[in-house]
Each structure stands twice: as structure tokens, then as C-alpha cells.
């Protein structure tokens, strides 16, 4: 899967929602599910930079996209069940959910963690997927083989020193995921999540200043992965965190 080459048009008439899509992999997942056919809704914070990824899929001829300006940190649950009703009205159903937006909090030690940075980062990075999910498990479940896949770390398995809100909240991540995945184990609804492993992104350059970003894959390099989960290849699938990177 790592290698994984889908057809072209494997995804042609699915309707697929990529959070933070404007920057860093959101950004290159967008593109390369909309290059392979689906119908790519770009939620995001900053509508300017998802309005230049709209317009950049609409100038390759792949299908047009949706735009849906969001910021998670201050969205509530009747924002996430006025999407889901839209996107039921619109399309009629969701094949897939990339939760891949979030946010790195500050590196510090866990007794500096101020409550604001902590309640920030899981507000962020696991509440939001939790009333999101929430919404959307109806419309989700309208698509023949829906796909959710949720973005973890090297730290969402593991703690690492001074890494506190962050790596909690990808611990929390994967939990999630494996809660839904085992409660919908008899339905065609699958659950996993994607580790992406040190990709050359603003957030990576944010987290290892000093670290020159040309000796990292570029999100284009790992896109493999994110195909293949998305993809009907992976329908028998669930429950699982995928390394896009491994060691
Ligand atoms: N890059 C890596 O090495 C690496 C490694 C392991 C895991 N990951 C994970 O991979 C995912 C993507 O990371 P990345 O490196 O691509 O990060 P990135 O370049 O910082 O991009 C993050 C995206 O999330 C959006 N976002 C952040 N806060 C938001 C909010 N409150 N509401 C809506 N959108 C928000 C950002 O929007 P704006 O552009 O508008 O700020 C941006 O589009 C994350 O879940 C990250 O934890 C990355």
C-alpha cells in the first residue's frame, strides 16, 4: 500500500472531505484525490489559501471542489450538523473524511503546559473530530463503503519528553479511531488512521527549527497511502494505524 498505484479514476464520483486542506499534506491530499477523480470538499481556516487549491483543481479539469471556511477551535456541534445536513443535500452522501487538520501546540515541559495551550490543542486536534465524526456518521453511512481516516504521529503510540498537548492529543486520535472501528465492525464503515511520518510541512519546520526540510519526503512523496485508504482497495480494512514512513 505504501506503493499503492490506483487506476485512474479509482475514486471518480466519490465525495470526499479533507480537513486543512489550504497547507502542508491536506493541501497535496486534495489534489491528488481530486486527480483521481473525487469530488473534494477543502475545509480550512484560511479561505484564501483554500480558494488557491479550488482554483488550482479547477484549472487541471479535475472535478470542482467545495469550500467549507472553518475554524475547528472555535466551531461547535451545530456547525458540524448544518455541514453534514448540506452535504446530504448537495450529494446525497459521503464516501470519506480525512481528518488531517491540527495544530502542534508548543513543545515545553509538561509542567509548563499552560491549561489555555492544552485546551487549544484538544480542542483542535480531538474535539473537533469528535462532534465532526459525530455529525457526519449518517451521511457517512448513505456512501456504499465509507472510509474515515483520522492523522496520528510517531507520538500518538508512544509519549516522547516535552511533546505534552500534542502527543496526547494523538493518543486520543488513535483511541477514537478504535472505538468506531470496533462499533462498526459489521457495517461497510471502516475506521484507520495514517502516521505520516517527518514530512516537509510548516508544521514539521515549526517542531525541528534547526533540521534542513530537503532531507524530508514531500507530502506529493507520501500520497500513496492516503490514495490507498480512500480507495475501495481498502474496504476490508479498519481499525488500523498505517505508517506512511516506516523505519
Ligand atoms: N508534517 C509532519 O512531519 C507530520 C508528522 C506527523 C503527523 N503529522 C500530522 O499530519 C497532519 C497535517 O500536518 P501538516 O504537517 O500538513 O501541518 P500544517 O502544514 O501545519 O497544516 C495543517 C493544516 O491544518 C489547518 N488547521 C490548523 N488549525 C486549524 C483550525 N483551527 N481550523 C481549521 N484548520 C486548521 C491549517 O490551516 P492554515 O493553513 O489556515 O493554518 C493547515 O491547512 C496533522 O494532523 C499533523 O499532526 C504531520
Not at 475506521?191 to 526540510?213: V, W, Y
Request: proline share 5%; hydrophobic share 40%.
Amino acid at each position: 500500500m505504501l506503493n499503492f498505484s490506483p487506476q485512474a479514476n479509482s475514486l471518480k464520483n466519490k465525495i470526499i472531505l479533507v480537513t486543512g486542506a489550504g497547507d502542508g499534506i491536506g493541501r497535496a491530499v486534495s489534489l491528488s484525490y481530486a486527480s483521481f477523480g473525487a469530488t473534494v470538499i477543502l475545509l480550512g481556516r484560511t479561505v484564501k489559501k483554500l480558494e488557491k487549491v479550488y482554483d488550482e483543481i479547477v484549472e487541471k479539469g479535475y472535478p470542482e471542489p467545495a469550500i467549507v471556511p472553518l475554524d475547528l477551535k472555535g466551531a461547535t456541534k451545530k456547525h458540524y450538523q448544518d455541514m453534514a445536513s448540506t452535504i446530504e443535500n448537495q450529494f446525497g452522501r459521503l464516501d470519506g473524511v480525512l481528518h488531517n487538520a491540527s495544530i502542534l501546540g508548543h513543545l515545553e515541559p509538561f509542567h509548563q503546559i499552560s491549561e489555555d495551550m492544552y485546551d487549544e490543542v484538544m480542542q483542535v486536534n480531538v474535539k473537533s473530530q469528535f462532534l465532526m465524526t459525530q455529525a457526519l456518521l449518517d451521511v457517512l453511512q448513505l456512501a456504499p463503503n465509507g472510509s474515515v481516516v483520522f492523522t496520528s504521529s510517531s507520538v500518538g503510540n508512544k509519549g516522547r519528553a516535552f511533546w505534552g498537548s500534542y502527543s496526547i492529543s494523538k493518543f486520543a486520535t488513535e483511541g477514537m479511531m478504535q472505538v468506531l472501528a470496533d462499533e462498526y465492525a459489521n457495517s461497510s464503515l471502516r475506521f484507520n488512521c495514517i502516521n505520516p511520518g517527518g514530512t516537509r510541512t510548516t508544521m514539521r519546520a515549526k517542531a525541528f527549527p534547526g533540521e534542513d526540510p530537503k532531507t524530508l519526503k514531500t507530502p506529493e512523496q507520501i500520497m500513496p497511502l492516503y490514495l490507498y485508504l480512500m480507495s475501495d482497495d481498502s474496504s476490508d480494512k479498519t481499525g488500523n494505524t498505517f505508517v506512511a514512513q516506516p523505519k
